[in-house]
């Protein structure tokens, strides 16, 4: 019987993949100046509108921007809420508050791969001041870390750690994160582009990149700025073409990619297609494995397959039922959006029929959220 083959390291690129790929082919960075994206921004938001962009996301409650020349008045390139600036490449970018007293913004993505030990990187990306802005700061900085990191808050992405006290009392201590490359001279102008860059030694495993201010507002060297247009009450920058590149590694032979063979029948789960809680908009962590997934079946263009969803056990039964038929069904427009012919797909939710995992546990539900493919011909 005809093998398909899957990697389990994502390919660097598809070839059709629009705009995303118009950069230098070492970019570990997945839509690095933000011009792929599921729907055109359409106002500023409260709660950001990060969601629309394909690979990146905000990591806090700060209510990050994106702006595009296909959006909303409000959120429009070049004119929009915050200002007027060019995007530095293509028709879209990205804008992030980093200074307001303890409130901030932050942009995330996760890497094509793991950034491998003792290698040395090379990160840069551009800012410009927004025309609202009444202060500048110095402290840009993006930050490498093995996981994902995440916050609940509005505040200053902070590294929270348990000590223990002895006698069985522990605390819970709250320290700076320090990013691997920091800008050092304030950028305060808001009619043309600053490169933020710098070069780093990896500790080996870092994945997700956080780009924003991580400095108190006090040690974030913030200067007013002399606009007569500001009307913000912090420093906000729009940032563009974010680029990360290793200095001195070898490319590794493609013979020597790890692959798993796959048959008719063969069920695949996608673990990190990820969904808010009791929704079924999929979350912009989840592009590395649709991005996969794509890449096999533009390889494979006589294969169809069917789309699972399944759920953990919270919540009625037609519910469940419901949402994960939806999930499945969000992961399927996805992938047509992205070029592939809705009639190679189909699509089931099966509720909380087919635990993989114990309900007993978060990390047993979380398991069992899921959404799976089936290969009903190759």
Sequence with gaps: ??????????????????????????????NPSFEEYNQCPQRIDALGI???????????KG???????????ECQTPRNKMGQQEPHTGAAYCGIYCSKENYRE???????EPLKAGHRYHVSFWASLADKSPYAIATLGAL???ERISDTTWNILMRNEISDLGGGQKQMIATYYKPQVVNDEVIDDGQHWHQVSGEFVAQGGERYL???NFNSFNHSHVVPTDNPSAVLSGAYYYIDDVNVRC???????????????????DIVTLRNVLFDTDKSDILPQSYH???????LLNEHPTMRIELRGHTDNQGTVERNRILSENRAKAVADYLVAHGIDRSRLTWRGFGKNLPTDTNDTPEGRQNNRRVEYKILSE
């Design 1 to 30: 019987m005809k093998k398909l083959w899957l990697p389990l390291v994502s390919l660097l690129a598809l070839l059709n993949w629009g705009h995303a790929n118009a950069q230098s082919a070492d970019n570990m960075v997945y």
């Design 50 to 60: 990060m969601s629309g962009v394909d690979a990146w996301w905000q990591p806090t």
């Design 63 to 73: 209510s990050s921007d994106y702006f595009n020349s296909c959006g909303g008045r």
């Design 106 to 112: 932050y942009l995330q993505t996760e890497l094509r």
């Design 144 to 146: 490498f870390t093995s």
């Design 210 to 212: 956080t780009i924003g």
């Design 247 to 265: 200095l001195d590694c070898i490319e590794e032979s493609k013979d020597t990619v790890a692959v798993t063979p796959l048959r008719k029948g």
């Design 289 to 295: 494995d649709l991005l996969t997934l794509i890449t």
